[in-house]
């Protein structure tokens, strides 16, 4: 035994001082001693040289349109460039911007354009002015007409080559299914080419930029071959929109909705006026409307024969006490059954009876006395639409809605495992539904193979609509009748289902609301409630709104961890929260080390080379907190920066303030600019800041809740990683495919999509 203990204490030994060792490697860190900001540097006033004013004058000439001043002054910074690279010095670095400064001045864009291009050729332009020329190159009309008239053809050769080599490549290991892929690969393409619109996304933006173009250049010589070309495409453009509204017309008139057909029918007439089928749905639209029409008039009609027969004293007793609220109406229901159990005013009397047994709270024999008189032959009985609209109607039967609501989600269940997508339908492609389903039957068939894998999956399946229909019936009859026939079970029924969502919140609602609820049940749901509370109030951008609701969680449940917890985070947000939160990264320092240096915030070169030992700055950065205030985190002792920091702030003067944030715009702007994936994000109140800051109103603080700013400059390391996803510049990608259904495996290429373009959106 002390062998064994001797012999586990020495294989210790090694283990301990491995750990040791890796302990110890990790340099403690902690805030530096001493100021953390360099002394303020006080910049002398520049000199204006003759560089200086050559291009002084030159911006005058520009802004007074003088081309023959710009001329001269341009080629006198020209030769002063020339003069200083014969003497071996660096040149003024003005030549570029200045001719695209003059080049600005030229009244013919397209003449701006070919300077712009001709400004490209110069080597070692600036990033930035070279990415601002060739926006500016680009965006010309013509030149985006082309774009996406080329983006039209790609698709169509994607498309064909696609419906080739993807049964191909998916038939590797099963070459003997490949005729059949290879066949339903071309149906589908057909498809796609007979229900393909008049005319494409792309082809509408090209139609744009060629009036855009007209109406620039009306009198270049390409106009009358763009007008040709624009007659031709707004063609199609009428006839896109002609086929959209014919087609939103039909499916409102299957829909039961001839008011709105009739709406898109017209619509469609306007831009097609003698199209046939346009015509023939406003018909039927019209015929409708007026079916409808006569309904309704006649369901407000009077028909007085016969309402004077039978007992008239005791139909008038019935109508009296329907008319009086705080009458019995059963007595003169029952009174009037029996003497005339089958006269004219049969069924109102029962109508009524029913109606004052569901008002003295005997919902079952409600319901079934409707249901009796619903179920009645509809040319007999009076009471029949009545009663069979108050059974129908959610919101007075919350029970039967919340039963059906419950059957449809099983059902769709069972047709979700059976069918899989198709548990919806067979795809909308505009053809007749009968070749839909046809054309559909080999997709049917795998997904209907399919189905042990999705019977598999259901216990884990949460549809985004399974529940929501009964969840608003359950509540609604919880709402109207909390201690009703039903009450119990719907109460339990919403009460696991708001748990099975995780909404705590709900689930104690439900379960308070009952007559005796259960303690331990309460006090569980009560502290889950309560952290799901902190944890909202917590994701609460607004400052006012969140530190409201940190109070109210203390307020509601001050018993539980998570209440105390929200009463020292809405201390803390009286006590320490500040307007603004405007965070620069370490990264984004790192990467631009003229925002850290003495032009911008003036750091101290040691809390940046990563040696923690003398000071180094946590991740986090340095924060702007509003007024003057700086804070700086610091890595903390540990040395780690996944740990909390320890921060100091400082208070900057104005002039370095401003400084700081023009620089922090510039960078920023100038970074944008160079990489398109190092976008600056839109937040007005950090504008705002920045704005009072040049204007010298830093300490004017604007304490509003809605003046409040929480932006974050960080560093493309931290962004995206240490490797970027960059596009390819193949058209295609390589496309690796497997099925589970039939085992398969597959590699082929695909020829990409062009991008859609930020405007996209609003010529869809």
């Given at each position: 035994m002390i062998a064994s203990r001797r012999s586990t204490a020495a294989a210790a030994c090694p283990l301990l001082v491995v750990g040791l060792a890796v302990v110890a490697c990790r340099t403690p860190g902690a805030a530096p001693a001493g100021r953390v900001l360099e002394p303020e540097i006080h910049f002398s006033a520049l000199v204006p040289d003759v560089a200086d004013r050559t291009a002084a004058a030159l911006a005058a000439a520009a802004l007074v349109s003088d081309p023959a001043a710009s001329a001269r002054a341009l080629r006198r910074l020209a030769a002063i460039d020339t003069v200083l690279l014969a003497a071996e010095e660096p040149p003024t670095g003005l030549g570029p911007v200045s001719a695209d400064l003059v080049n600005a001045m030229l009244d013919d864009p397209r003449r701006y354009r070919e300077a712009t291009q001709a400004l490209l050729k110069v080597d070692n332009l600036d990033p930035a002015l070279r990415a601002r020329l060739e926006q500016a190159e680009r965006d010309d009309p013509l030149e985006l007409a082309n774009t996406r008239m080329r983006d039209v053809r790609v698709l169509a050769v994607g498309r064909a080559f696609n419906a080739v080599a993807e049964p191909i490549g998916r038939s590797i290991m099963t070459q003997a299914v490949a005729p059949y892929r290879l066949a339903?690969?071309?149906?589908?393409?057909?498809?796609?080419?007979?229900?393909?619109?008049?005319?494409?996304?792309?082809?509408?933006?090209?139609?744009?930029?060629?009036?855009?173009?007209?109406?620039?250049?009306?009198d270049a010589p390409e106009v009358p071959e763009i007008r040709r070309r624009i007659r031709k495409s707004e063609n199609r453009w009428h006839a896109l929109k002609r086929d959209r509204a014919l087609r939103t017309a039909e499916r409102a008139l299957d829909a039961g909705a001839p008011g709105l057909a009739l709406i898109h029918a017209d619509r469609a007439l306007r831009h097609a006026p003698r199209d046939a089928g346009a015509s023939s749905v406003k018909a039927r639209a019209d015929g409708r409307l007026l079916a409808r029409r006569d309904d309704l008039r006649r369901s407000v009609s009077a028909v007085p024969e016969g309402a004077s027969e039978g007992d008239p004293e005791s139909a008038l007793a019935l109508a009296q006490a329907l008319l009086d609220p705080g009458a019995d109406p059963r007595p003169a229901a029952l009174a009037l059954l029996e003497t005339d159990p089958a006269g004219p005013l049969a069924d109102e009397a029962r109508f009524a009876l029913a109606l004052g047994r569901g008002e003295?709270?005997?919902?079952?024999?409600?319901?079934?006395?409707?249901?009796?008189?619903?179920?009645?032959?509809?040319?007999?009985t009076n009471m029949g639409r009545h009663a069979s609209a108050l059974l129908l109607d959610p919101t007075r039967n919350a029970y039967l809605a919340f039963e059906r609501a419950r059957r449809e989600d099983r059902w769709r269940s069972a047709r979700w495992v059976?069918?899989?997508?198709?548990?919806?339908?067979?795809?909308?492609?505009?053809?007749?539904?009968?070749?839909?389903?046809?054309?559909?039957?080999?997709?049917?068939?795998?997904?209907i193979g399919a189905?042990?894998?999705?019977?598999?999956q259901l216990p884990f399946r949460r549809g985004p609509e399974a529940g929501r229909a009964a969840r608003v019936h359950a509540r609604r009859y919880l709402a109207r009748s909390p201690q009703g026939l039903h009450a119990g079970e719907l109460r339990d029924w919403l009460e696991s289902y708001e748990a099975r969502r995780d909404n705590w919140l709900g689930a104690l609602a439900v379960a308070e609301s009952g007559p005796e609820p259960d303690p331990d049940r309460r006090r569980e749901l009560r502290q889950k409630a309560a952290q799901q509370a902190l944890d909202i109030a917590a994701r609460e951008p607004r400052r006012d709104v969140r530190n409201q609701m940190f109070r109210r969680v203390t307020r509601d449940f001050p018993e539980t961890p998570a209440g105390?917890?929200?009463?020292?985070?809405?201390?803390?947000?009286i006590e320490e929260s500040t307007p603004l939160h405007i965070r620069i990264s370490r990264g984004f320092l790192l990467e631009n080390p003229q925002l850290a240096g003495p032009q911008g915030l003036g750091l101290r070169p040691g809390l940046l080379d990563g040696d923690a030992a003398n000071g180094e700055l946590h991740a986090e950065g340095v924060t702007l907190l509003g007024g003057r205030v700086l804070e700086l985190s610091f890595v903390g002792p540990s040395g780690d920066d996944e740990h909390p920091p320890e921060r100091v702030r400082e208070k900057l003067s104005d002039d370095r303030l401003a400084r700081l944030v023009s620089r922090l715009e510039e960078t920023s702007f100038h970074n944008e600019l160079v990489d398109p994936d190092d976008q600056l994000g839109a937040d007005a109140q950090r504008d705002v800041y920045f704005e009072r800051v040049r204007l010298g109103l830093a300490d004017d603080v604007d304490l509003r809740a809605g003046a409040d700013s929480d932006y974050t400059y960080t560093g493309m390391r931290e962004r995206y990683g240490l490797v970027r996803s960059r596009e390819s510049i193949l058209p295609f990608d390589l496309v690796l495919q497997g099925s589970l259904t039939d085992l398969s495996?597959?590699?082929?290429?695909?020829?990409?999509?062009?991008?859609?373009?930020?405007?996209a959106f609003l010529y869809k």
């Open positions: 339903s690969s071309a149906i589908k393409y057909a498809i796609d080419l007979y229900t393909r619109p008049a005319m494409q996304l792309q082809e509408r933006q090209a139609l744009a930029h060629w009036k855009h173009f007209v109406a620039l250049n009306p003295a709270g005997d919902e079952s024999a409600l319901w079934q006395e409707l249901e009796a008189i619903a179920d009645g032959d509809p040319a007999e059976l069918l899989g997508p198709w548990y919806r339908g067979g795809p909308d492609r505009g053809l007749p539904r009968a070749a839909e389903w046809i054309l559909g039957l080999p997709s049917l068939a795998q997904s189905t042990p894998l999705r019977l598999i105390r917890a929200a009463g020292r985070f809405a201390r803390a947000e495996i597959g590699a082929f290429p695909r020829i990409r999509k062009p991008r859609e373009t930020p405007d």
